[in-house]
T-cell receptor, first 114, second 110 residues
Framework: DTEVTQTPKHLVMGMTNKKSLKCEQHMGHRAMYWYKQKAKKPPELMFVYSYEKLSINESVPSRFSPECPNSSLLNLHLHALQPEDSALYLC?????????????FGDGTRLSIL | DAKTTQPPSMDCAEGRAANLPCNHSTISGNEYVYWYRQIHSQGPQYIIHGLKNNETNEMASLIITEDRKSSTLILPHATLRDTAVYYCIAGMDSNYQLIWGAGTKLIIKP
């Protein structure tokens, strides 16, 4: 069982829809991450939040909009996605953003764009 | 950024120790070695990490060579539920992104 909870587990949406992915952790971690994973590939970093502030954006298109309402929650707002955005979206957290701090992952949201 | 080399696949009999090797010959002195595994349709699961010393937790042991150019993850008594892709990661890039390799697909056989 993972201590990082992501909802929903599956999401199917059209290219004109707006939806949000949610992530929650109660480990007291102050760093949270969004990753994208395509089939048979390792995860790719999208965003990093440190102490509720966006610290890293890996040149992600603006149709993905992250939000960190508080230290336990992380959202990813989706709008006007493309079929190639279909993937597994993973949330992770660590105590802080620092080498030697392992990241703990949720089980992801499997997103399909029609 | 250190790269890792792992065998693409390995088999192990249930109840035996599974020893997964990883080569990270370009690792720098302050980069940690992390091991994760990913079971189909689930997120990556953190297993263990270390810098120089060998480490052990309830899941596994990590043996790092003295020159830090390679390491071995040991699952002491493999079960069928340990079947997964195991990733060895040597360090992070400048954006604190874990540098994932291709991983080893470990199959535990009854």
């Amino acid at each position: 069982d993972t201590e990082v909870t992501q909802t929903p587990k599956h999401l199917v949406m059209g290219m004109t829809n707006k939806k949000s992915l949610k992530c929650e952790q109660h480990m007291g971690h102050r760093a949270m991450y969004w990753y994208k994973q395509k089939a048979k590939k390792p995860p790719e970093l999208m965003f990093v939040y440190s102490y509720e502030k966006l610290s890293i954006n890996e040149s992600v298109p603006s149709r993905f909009s992250p939000e960190c309402p508080n230290s336990s929650l992380l959202n990813l707002h989706l709008h006007a996605l493309q079929p190639e955005d279909s993937a597994l979206y993973l949330c992770a957290s660590s105590q802080v953003v620092r080498s030697g701090q392992p990241q703990h992952f949720g089980d992801g949201t499997r997103l399909s764009i029609l | 950024d250190a790269k890792t080399t792992q065998p693409p696949s390995m088999d192990c009999a249930e109840g035996r120790a599974a020893n997964l090797p990883c080569n990270h010959s370009t690792i720098s002195g302050n980069e940690y070695v992390y091991w994760y595994r990913q079971i189909h349709s689930q997120g990556p699961q953190y297993i263990i990490h270390g810098l120089k010393n060998n480490e052990t937790n309830e899941m596994a042991s990590l043996i790092i060579t003295e020159d830090r150019k390679s390491s071995t993850l040991i699952l002491p008594h493999a079960t069928l539920r340990d079947t997964a892709v195991y990733y060895c990661i040597a360090g992070m890039d400048s954006n604190y992104q874990l540098i994932w390799g291709a991983g080893t697909k470990l199959i535990i056989k009854p």
